[in-house]
């Protein structure tokens, strides 16, 4: 007689509930810590427990899936897709619930990658985080500039420029002369605007406590700056040893490159069984546009809820794709633009990235051009 156990996990506590055929029902309580999920582990099998559920909270689920995934046949669910319990609600509830739509086979399982792939995505994100964080520090060394009334920031296309580098690195060491940060800046920023108004841009009133603050920023930037190109030299090490054939093929898509081919590894994998179809994949992702009509009215077609990391990607390599000459992408970029908006037209290019890196995948096949 096969057994179904419905698993809701919280930070603290897991609620176990245990469903046969002949609807005998088993509940039990586990706390979160390693031997309590252990003990869990031990209670399944005890019970001949074949097939499992949980909903994916937060980050909570991944201690219990590895604990339990090279045991039993778990299904990672949406909370989304499992309608909760009319009348009042407990936790307990819950669990048998999953446990009985599990019986039932009226859900399907999430997408869960392998143990190398999660590996390669934790170095992805972190990548994403660090650059915000990045960006915040540099957003932070802009505003101390400017209350010391430093305006170079005023004249350069991006405040994380080598020039705003090397001026605020020297005046972090205490270098508060004009005319040796105007050497440090690069001569184009300079025939811009004028040797005599970047000169004015850099002369500016410090205290001591201002030079030690905009220290520590320089601080946090340096240090950023190493983790960032620590996790993306790793990151493409993991991908070169584990997935060489695969980056070899995407590479060959225009505008992606290798950092961007090591991220779309790290977030779809590279088995696509686990996508049925290219559509899957990309409604998966979140570039499908959503269908609200009513009464025949179209009433939006923003796009779901998806991957946002690879979505970002995406869009990133679709933009660059747009701008390589002769490519069919910058065509289609185009022609989209003459009746779209900028982001649409960058959204539906994204969408036909998608669909061919999922074929590469698939196929094993490198890109060739073709009209699109």
Request: with cysteine.
């Amino acid at each position: 007689m096969e057994k179904f156990c419905g698993l809701d996990v919280h930070k603290d506590s897991v609620f176990m509930c245990i469903l046969s055929e002949n609807n005998e029902k088993y509940e039990e309580v586990f706390k979160t810590l390693t031997p309590d999920l252990e003990r869990l582990r031990d209670t399944l099998v005890d019970h001949g427990v074949g097939l499992v559920a949980m909903e994916s909270t937060s980050i909570y689920w991944y201690p219990l899936w590895n604990i339990l995934e090279s045991d039993f046949d778990v299904k990672l669910v949406n909370p989304l897709f499992i309608k909760q319990v009319p009348g009042r609600k407990s936790d307990v509830k819950d669990a048998e619930w999953i446990a009985t739509v599990l019986m039932k086979d009226l859900i399907k399982g999430s997408f869960v990658p392998p143990s190398i792939i999660q590996q390669l995505r934790l170095y992805n994100r972190k990548i994403t985080k660090l650059n915000k964080q990045l960006r915040r520090s540099e957003q932070e060394m802009d505003e101390m500039l400017q209350r010391c009334n430093i305006r170079l920031s005023n004249y350069v296309s991006d405040i994380g420029c080598k020039s705003m580098k090397k001026v605020v690195q020297a005046i972090a060491k205490n270098h508060l002369n004009p005319d040796y940060l105007l050497s440090l800046v690069h001569a184009r920023i300079v025939r811009k605007s004028g040797a005599e108004t970047i000169r004015a841009s850099l002369t500016g009133t410090f205290t001591s406590v201002d030079i030690e603050i905009l220290r520590m920023i320089v601080e946090d930037i340096n240090f950023h700056h190493d983790q960032l190109e620590f996790c993306k030299k790793e990151l493409l090490k993991l991908c070169y040893q584990h997935f060489n054939l695969q980056m070899e093929l995407l590479v060959t898509i225009p505008g992606v490159k290798e950092h961007a081919a090591a991220c779309i590894i790290s977030e779809i994998g590279t088995d696509m069984k686990f996508f049925t179809s290219a559509t899957a994949l990309v409604g998966w992702t979140g570039l499908r546009p959503r269908n609200d009509q009513s009464a025949g009215k179209i009433k939006g077609r923003k796009t779901l809820h998806g991957n946002k990391y690879l979505r970002l990607m995406l869009v990133q390599c679709a933009w660059g794709a747009s701008r390589t000459k002769g490519s069919a992408f910058m065509a289609r970029y185009q022609r989209f633009r003459k009746r779209m908006h900028h982001n649409k037209a960058l959204i539906a290019n994204a969408r036909k990235l998608l669909v061919i890196i999922w074929n590469i995948l698939a196929k094993k096949e490198p890109y060739f051009a073709q009209a699109i």
